[in-house]
């Protein structure tokens, strides 16, 4: 349990520096900037940060191995998790509010119940270890749905001012992110989950995904020159605090329970926090309209969920010490 509560809370933190993305976005679009610097900028700064860290660490030359082994792997599903991740959210963030992005974006606390059965875990039973699909949670899956309904709660404050327009083009693309962010971070765990640390996966990922960027740049380039001063640096910022700071305690975070789908889905909850956090940021930075009360009661269905995926997990864990207990007793 206490490995648990300390995964949530590095989630939580992790979603506070993602927040960061939403907001900087938003302005940068605001101010004119192409979403497809900002998308292809955030991951060549990333680049030389986890280099450093990694090479200081004496891990750069397992993570170089492990590449050069599996080029194709690398490069689908770091073209899934993260190509296929921040390139619609910058897409979207041309479309509509850092808020509606943020609150979109909560469909993959969702999206990650309903791919478990894509993985599989190792089960022990009296012929030795067996390898078995996971189940989707039902516990889990419930409240995720309670924390995504929070989630919409906060939108409809805004909902009457959006057009057809900017939903299906703010909205779509960040359904297609949520989904292809855990596939892509599951997907790495299961192969290098306890092979690889969380910094030299997110190093492999990244540098895997550079060629899909600098098209992207490449096209943002022949499209709208270079960009300005002012988004470079806004996306060196968002380099620095959602693309290292929070993708690293993110990763981490899932690393610690990878192997339990319960615990694994609650981590993944704690990505809510990003709409109070995009909220709050609107407010004081760009003037966004003050949550009503409907909002508000959003926000604590938000936290009353998160607070359940917790409990469950914990009651999982108990099932699974007194089943165990029996086993052995048994035997």
Not at 276 to 304: Q, R, Y
Request: hydrophobic letters at 55%; a positive charge.
């Amino acid at each position: 349990m206490r490995d648990l509560m300390k995964a949530i809370v590095i989630g939580i933190l992790a979603s506070l520096f993602f927040a960061v993305t939403f907001i900087l976005n938003r302005a940068m679009e605001l101010s004119g900037g192409s979403w497809m610097w900002s998308s292809s900028l955030r991951f060549l700064f990333m680049v030389p940060f986890l280099f450093l860290i990694v090479y200081a660490k004496g891990k750069w030359a397992p993570l170089w191995h492990e590449i050069r082994k599996k080029p194709l792997f690398w490069l689908k599903w770091s073209f899934t998790g993260f190509v296929l991740f921040y390139a619609p959210i910058t897409f979207a963030a041309a479309y509509g509010p850092g808020w509606l992005i943020a609150g979109t974006w909560q469909i993959t606390i969702v999206a990650g119940v309903l791919l478990s059965p894509f993985f599989y875990e190792t089960k022990h039973s009296p012929a030795g270890p067996v390898s078995a699909r996971q189940k989707i949670p039902l516990i889990s899956l419930v409240t995720s749905v309670i924390i995504l309904i929070g989630a919409g709660l906060i939108q409809l404050q805004h909902a009457g001012s959006l057009s057809g327009r900017t939903i299906l083009f703010s909205v779509v693309p960040v359904v297609i992110a949520a989904f292809a962010y855990p596939l892509g971070n599951r997907k790495m765990l299961e192969q290098y989950g306890g092979k690889l640390d969380t910094f030299q996966r997110v190093l492999g990922m990244t540098l895997a995904s550079l060629p899909f960027w600098l098209l992207i740049a490449a096209f943002g380039w022949h499209r709208d020159g270079l960009p300005s001063m002012g988004q470079t640096f806004q996306s060196f910022i968002v380099a620095l605090s959602s693309g290292v700071i929070a993708t690293v305690l993110f990763f981490r975070a899932t690393d610690m329970v990878r192997n339990e789908p319960q615990k694994l889905a609650a981590v993944e909850a704690t990505q809510s926090g990003e709409v109070l956090f995009a909220l709050i940021g609107e407010i004081v930075f760009l003037s966004a309209v003050f949550p009503s009360l409907l909002s508000f009661a959003g926000l604590f269905i938000i936290i009353a969920g998160m607070v359940m995926h917790t409990f469950a997990s914990r009651q999982t864990d108990q099932k699974t010490a007194e089943q165990t207990s029996a086993n052995l007793t048994g035997s």
